[in-house]
């Protein structure tokens, strides 16, 4: 009975498709919207009925709704750069988040818009996607700034990130920048030049990703489910985007596309998260196509990939490339005419993290096959669940996937992207930087292999409940808990004594107590046993730094960027370093690096600022602050340092600005009142008490500055001249 249903809803759902042969073509507005960590079952239009997603499902109800689509990893960086390339991760070589980086040499989704003549922008809503992870090619416009934790320990378990709303905002913003004349004005009038031209925008909402901490009344409404809720409240901003875009530039020519980079297990297999296995709950995406007067709206049931939808895009658009992608175009599927078609997954995440075996599946003729050191193999009909192994029942069928399965990895494995994607260095690039004196004796491209990686070791589906009690962990050490933490941290490393990361979350979680030395000693712990983990060596340079050991520290650093070239934290630290040395060329030289592998580096940017204010070049360390300021809008360090450098060089008004914005950002903070006071007491020629200063307000801000903290000597100096000149006047 089972098999006539599913035959007749096949059947029904080919009817649907049947109906789209009509589809339009040509030159349109593309938008991809990428809800980070979206589980497919949560969505009304997938069938979920407890939660209110309006918006997106207004996108499926008016285009073609995929119902199978899933991603070839489970991990954001890897899985978006397999979006943009439509390519699989072995063949662009980007394997994890945060040590990897999309190499120039591939070619992008943008690149080829924007060769096409369209303006392309991205607003992306996590660190973990900031350009300095190379996936910022072919943008004209990459807005990856304004990062910040929500909560303390996210700097234990996870990336800094922002909300929602301000996504949406500065996507908008961008737009208006396309269409509107006169920005400042209120008219909506095309610009009739240049700007004329299509876009291609990007817009990636992190909010459904752990920790789960919706605004109001998202976080009332769904009380019992915070993810849900996180959920709801980006359904809300996407309505927002969708409606600003449209009212922009209209309805037609616009295709909208609706996706993620992967889902969440939520307990599914002992998984509370996702990144370690390939199981449905975490590769399984919603993908929705939206242009309602080119495309009848239909759900198509074949299964997809997210490596499908670059070139889906381009022959939508009728743009023609010719060079390789792994994916291919979906456009015959929804003119009714297709299969399922075969899906690599992969993840290293177990590896890079744990120490444990990779895993990697394929999706094909009806079942999955996960290659682990327990291979285990799925019927998609009988259980989609995924919680009945047929690797016993089915031994023969087992062999034979597994062998399709390693032959397809050898057609794909591109050991120069693995290089390429993992920061190895050219003999030439070495030689440069070791005439820095800045590399260690470790060469890169002997940290480890970027040829294939033979399965075997611990099999994470062995560790089932592990991820549910780091996420336990997690959510205690965020509550400053950190006794508590270490005792569960401790429980854990009895079954994984040599388990790298959680040795590493060990040392940090003593680090946050205040620690130190136990801290050190976990870090050391850690380089015994593998002198290649760099992120011990991160931390435990940014350790010796702070207690005064900067031969110690910089050693570390070498050593950190010996293995990762691309490590802009640990060239600032190094111009940290120089500074306590008191070489300054060595700093800024340190600095400028750190900002050529990333630009939107805040520290690196008002550190080098403030290298130049000190040697008085005013208006070039004004442009460093003010690039700061447009990455972070709030960063009270950059609003003052903007201030001072604005009073410099003549701009008093801007410096007042400046000031009083950060002044609003700590209404209790008396210093930020003093500056307020200096502002105001700085006349239109530089001067203090000069020509154009407000004595009056000058006052009121020290009085002010005083009132919030009376040991701010610099304003009882300032009030005291101010007395003594009342007195002189007197006489």
């Known amino acids: 009975m089972k098999k006539s249903i599913y035959f007749v809803f096949m059947l029904l759902a080919l009817v649907s498709v049947g109906c789209s042969d009509s589809l339009e073509t040509g030159p349109a507005d593309v938008v991809i919207i990428t809800v980070d960590t979206l589980r497919v079952d949560r969505l009304g239009i997938y069938g979920y009925k407890f939660i209110q997603t309006p918006n997106i499902d207004g996108l499926g109800k008016h285009g073609v709704v995929f119902e199978q ?4 990893v489970p991990i954001t960086l890897p899985s978006h750069t397999s979006i943009f390339t439509g390519l699989y991760p072995p063949s662009h070589g980007v394997l994890d988040n945060g040590k990897y980086k999309a190499a120039e040499s591939l070619t992008t989704l943008p690149e080829i818009f924007k060769k096409e003549g369209y303006n392309t ?33 996210r700097e234990l378990f996870f990336f800094q990130e922002r909300s929602a709303t301000e996504v949406t905002e500065h996507a908008l913003k961008w737009l208006k920048s396309l269409y509107v004349a006169n920005p400042g004005s209120v008219t ?9 031209k299509r876009f291609f925008l990007w817009v990636h909402y992190f909010d459904p990703h752990a920790l789960y901490n919706p605004p109001d009344p998202y976080a009332s409404k769904y009380k019992d489910s915070l993810y849900d809720g996180e959920i709801a409240y980006t359904d809300e901003q996407i309505g927002r985007l969708i409606d600003g875009i449209r009212k922009l530039r209209g309805k037609n020519d616009l295709i909208i596309v609706l996706t993620s980079d992967h889902g969440e297990s939520l307990g599914d297999h002992g998984e509370m998260t996702h990144g370690i296995y390939l199981y449905d709950s975490t590769v399984q995406i919603p993908l929705i196509i939206s242009a ?11 299964r997809v990939r997210s490596i499908d939808i670059a070139p889906t895009l381009l022959e939508l658009v009728g743009i023609e490339y010719h060079n390789h992608m792994d994916g291919s175009s979906l456009v015959p599927l929804i003119k009714g005419n297709g299969k399922s078609r075969d899906t690599f997954l992969e993840s290293a995440y177990a590896r890079l993290h744990f120490g444990w075996s990779e895993l990697r599946g394929l999706a094909v003729d009806g079942y999955t096959v996960i290659d682990s050191p327990k291979p285990e193999l799925y019927s998609w009909e009988d259980d989609p669940r995924q919680v009945k192994n047929l690797a016993q029942k089915k031994p023969e069928l087992l062999k034979s996937y597994l062998e399709r399965l390693n032959r397809l990895l050898k057609t794909l494995h591109k050991t120069d992207m693995a290089a390429q994607a993992r920061g190895e260095m050219s003999n030439e690039t070495m030689q440069k930087i070791e005439a820095l004196g800045y590399l260690s004796l470790v060469d890169p491209r002997k940290a480890d292999s970027v040829e294939i990686v033979e399965i075997g070791g611990i099999n994470p589906t062995d560790q089932k409940f592990f ?4 996420a336990r962990v997690a959510k205690i050490i965020a509550e400053k808990k950190y006794d508590q933490g270490l005792v569960l941290l401790d429980e854990m490393l009895e079954s994984d004594p040599r388990n790298n990361w959680l040795l590493m979350q060990k040392g940090t979680t003593y680090l946050l107590a205040g620690e130190k030395e136990k801290s050190r000693q976990m870090f050391l712990q850690i380089l015994e046993q593998d002198a290649h983990f760099v992120y011990a060596l991160e931390k435990i340079a940014w350790l010796e730094f702070a207690e005064g050991n900067l031969d110690k520290a910089e050693n570390y650093c070498r050593k950190a960027i010996g293995l990762y070239q ?28 750190a900002l050529d592998k990333a630009p939107s580096d805040i520290d690196a940017l ?5 290298l130049l ?10 442009k460093l602050f003010e690039d700061a300021l447009r990455q972070a809008p709030n960063n009270i360090d950059a609003l003052n340092l903007t201030g001072e450098t604005r009073l410099r060089t003549g701009d008093r008004v801007g410096a007042i600005r400046a000031y009083t914005h950060a002044a609003e950002l700590a209404p209790l903070d008396g210093m930020q009142q003093y500056y307020l006071g200096l502002a105001y007491e700085f006349g239109t020629d530089s001067i203090l008490l000069g020509p154009g200063s407000d004595s009056v307000a000058a006052q009121s801000y020290y009085q002010r500055a005083l009132e919030l903290n009376p040991d701010i000597q610099h304003a009882k100096d300032r009030l005291n001249i101010f007395n003594k000149t009342s007195v002189q006047k007197s006489k």
């Open 613 to 622: 204010f000190e040697e008085m070049n005013y208006s070039e360390a004004r």
């Open 467 to 470: 991820q549910y009690k780091l």
């Open 606 to 610: 008002l550190s080098l600022g403030a």
């Open 69 to 72: 689509a899933r991603v070839p």
């Open 292 to 302: 309602p007067d080119r495309i009848p709206a239909h759900r198509v049931p074949w």
């Open 566 to 593: 691309d490590n802009a934290e640990m060239y600032n630290l190094l111009s940290k370093i120089m500074v306590t040395r008191d070489d300054w060329p060595g700093a800024k030289k340190m600095l400028q690096v």
């Open 121 to 153: 922008g991205a607003v992306v809503g996590s660190f973990v996607l900031d350009r300095r992870f190379g996936l910022n090619q072919g943008f004209d416009y990459y807005d990856d700034s304004g990062f910040k934790m929500e909560k303390d320990g």
């Open 188 to 196: 909506r009038d095309p610009i009739v030049n240049e700007k004329e």
